[in-house]
C-alpha cells in the first residue's frame, strides 16, 4: 500500500508553480521555436526513469486547467486513494517499487499524460463537430479566435495524424483507462461540452481499420470490469463478442494446424472475403463437393506490423478470461499462407486488398506475427471446430479426386479449353465412328 504523507494543498502550490497561462503562447509570434511535446515520454515499462518531462510539457496542464478547469486538488485526491490501483496496470513494475515519493511522481507522470492525450485527441479526432466545440471552448477562455493550425502548432503536432494515432495504442504508451476517463467527466469540462460518453469520443481518434462493429458503438454496453485502456477500446470495437474465447479443454493454440491455401483446394475448399465486420474466421461444407472459407480481410498498411503486435500483446497480456480473436485470426493465416502462391490465391479472391507489399513481404509480414501465438493458451472452441471440420473435408478422397482433376484441368482459361475441344471432338469423333459403322451394316 502506498502512503502519500505529502499535504494536498503543498502539492498544488508546487504544481501550479511550474504553470504558466497558455494565452501566452497562442500570441508568441514563433511558435514553432518550442521543442515538440511527442516522444518516448510515457512508456509502459520505463518508470525507473525520471516520470516528470520536462518542463515544456507541463503545458498540457495548464491548458487543461485554465480553458477546462481541470481541479488539481481534486485530482490528486482522487488519485491518492487510486494509485494501487493504477500501479496494477503496469507489469514487471515491483510492489517495493511503490514508495510515497515515487507514487507521488507517478500520479504526476499520469496527469501530464492524461492532459497529452485529451489534446492530442482533440487534434486527431475525425469528427470535425467535437473538435468545433473544444476550438469554441477554447476562444471563450483566451478571449481571442484560435484556428486549428493555432492549436496544432501550439503543441507542435507536427507528426502525421496517422502516427499519433497510431502511438495512442501502441501497447508501450498505455496509462490507465480510469485516470483519462476522470480527467475528462469528473474532474474538467470536456465530458459536458461533449455530451457523450468519452470512450465514444476515443473512438473518433484511433486509427483507421475496417470490420468496426457498429452495434457496440449504438448500444451502450461496456466491458464488464470497465475498459483497461486506449488499446482495450480499440480492440473492443473491432471484435465479435462471445467468440474465441479460450477453452482448457483444448490443446494449446500454438498446436493448431490446419493445411495451407494451395493444399486445402486441393480438396476442394474455395476462399471467400468475409464481408462481416469483425475479425472472423468461418468454415462451411454445406456444398456436396467442396468446403468454403470465409475469411475477414488481412488489411496491410504501412504501420500494420505495430498495430497487429499491439493488439497480439494485448490479448497475450490481459489477465482474465478474455477473448482472442486476433491471436486466433493470426494463427488461421499463419497456417494458409505458406508459400507465396498462398498469398497469390488469396489476393485473387479479395482476402488480402491492395497493397505496396509483395507475397514475399506479405509471407514475412504473417510468419513475424505467428511468434505473437503464444504457447500458454488454450483453443478456443470455434478453432478446435475448425480444424476437426477442416481436416475432416480434406482426409475425403472424393474431394481430394475431385480437387486434383480441377487443378489439372481447369486451373487455367486455356486449358479448359482444351479440355472442353477435347471433349466436343471425342464426342463428334465417336459419332461419326457409329454412323459410319451403321452405313456400311446397311450396304
Known amino acids: 500500500m502506498n502512503d502519500l504523507q ?7 502550490v508546487e504544481m501550479e508553480g511550474r504553470l504558466e497561462n497558455p494565452d501566452i503562447f ?30 515544456n510539457k507541463w503545458q498540457l496542464v495548464a491548458c487543461m486547467t485554465h480553458w477546462f478547469g481541470l481541479n488539481l486538488k481534486s485530482y490528486y485526491e482522487y488519485m491518492q486513494g487510486k494509485v494501487d ?26 496527469l501530464v499524460s492524461s492532459c497529452f492525450l485529451v489534446l492530442g485527441m482533440v487534434y486527431v479526432t475525425n469528427n470535425e463537430g ?57 474532474l474538467s469540462n470536456i465530458g459536458n461540452l461533449l455530451h457523450i460518453p468519452i470512450h465514444k469520443f476515443a473512438l473518433t481518434c484511433l486509427p483507421k ?14 466491458p464488464k470490469g470497465g475498459f483497461k485502456h486506449l488499446l482495450h477500446i480499440f480492440h473492443w470495437s473491432r471484435t465479435l463478442n462471445g467468440k474465441y474465447t479460450p477453452n482448457r479443454a483444448n490443446k494449446v493454440m500454438a498446436h493448431f494446424h490446419i493445411p495451407s491455401v494451395t493444399e486445402l483446394q486441393l480438396s476442394q475448399t474455395v476462399f471467400v472475403k468475409d464481408e462481416g465486420d469483425s475479425i472472423d474466421v468461418c468454415y462451411s461444407d454445406n ?18 506490423t505495430q498495430l497487429y503486435e499491439s493488439l497480439l500483446i494485448f490479448e497475450d497480456r490481459c489477465l482474465l478470461i478474455f477473448e482472442r480473436p486476433f491471436t486466433a485470426y493470426v494463427a488461421c493465416m499463419a497456417c494458409f499462407l505458406k508459400t507465396e502462391l498462398d498469398v497469390r490465391v488469396l489476393r485473387e ?12 513481404d506479405v509471407l514475412h509480414f504473417v510468419q513475424k506475427l505467428k511468434t505473437f501465438v503464444s504457447g500458454k493458451f488454450y483453443m478456443p472452441e470455434e478453432l478446435a471446430f475448425l480444424e476437426k471440420n477442416v481436416m475432416a473435408h480434406h482426409k475425403k478422397s472424393v474431394n481430394r479426386l475431385i480437387g486434383e482433376f480441377k487443378k489439372r484441368y481447369c486451373s487455367d482459361t486455356w486449358i479448359i479449353i482444351s479440355v472442353i475441344a477435347g471433349i466436343l471432338l471425342f464426342v463428334l469423333t465417336f459419332i461419326q465412328t457409329i454412323y459410319g459403322t451403321l452405313s456400311y451394316y446397311k450396304q
Not at 27 to 33: D, G, P
Not at 349 to 360: H, Q, Y
Open 6 to 12: 505529502e499535504p494536498v494543498d503543498e502539492w498544488v
Open 26 to 55: 497562442l500570441r508568441a509570434s514563433n511558435i514553432e521555436e518550442y521543442p515538440s511535446i511527442f516522444g518516448n515520454w510515457q512508456r509502459w515499462d520505463d518508470f525507473g526513469a525520471s516520470f516528470i518531462p520536462k518542463t
Open 85 to 110: 490501483r493504477a500501479w496494477s496496470h503496469y507489469h514487471g513494475v515491483d510492489e517495493q517499487f511503490h514508495t510515497a515519493e515515487n507514487s507521488k511522481r507517478f500520479i504526476e507522470h499520469l
Open 130 to 186: 467535437y473538435r468545433e466545440v473544444i476550438m469554441d471552448e477554447i476562444a471563450n477562455q483566451t478571449s481571442f479566435p484560435i484556428t486549428y493550425t493555432d492549436f496544432r502548432n501550439l503543441f507542435n503536432f507536427l507528426q502525421d495524424i496517422t502516427k499519433i494515432r497510431l502511438y495512442m495504442i501502441t501497447m508501450n504508451y498505455q496509462i490507465p483507462w480510469f485516470v483519462l476517463e476522470a480527467v475528462c467527466t469528473e
Open 209 to 222: 481499420m475496417p470490420r468496426m462493429h457498429p452495434s457496440k458503438e449504438d448500444d451502450g454496453t461496456v
Open 287 to 304: 456444398r456436396r463437393v467442396s468446403g468454403v472459407m470465409q475469411l475477414a480481410p488481412l488489411h496491410l498498411w504501412k504501420y500494420s
Open 349 to 360: 479472391n479479395g482476402v488480402i486488398p491492395s497493397t505496396s507489399l509483395d507475397d514475399k
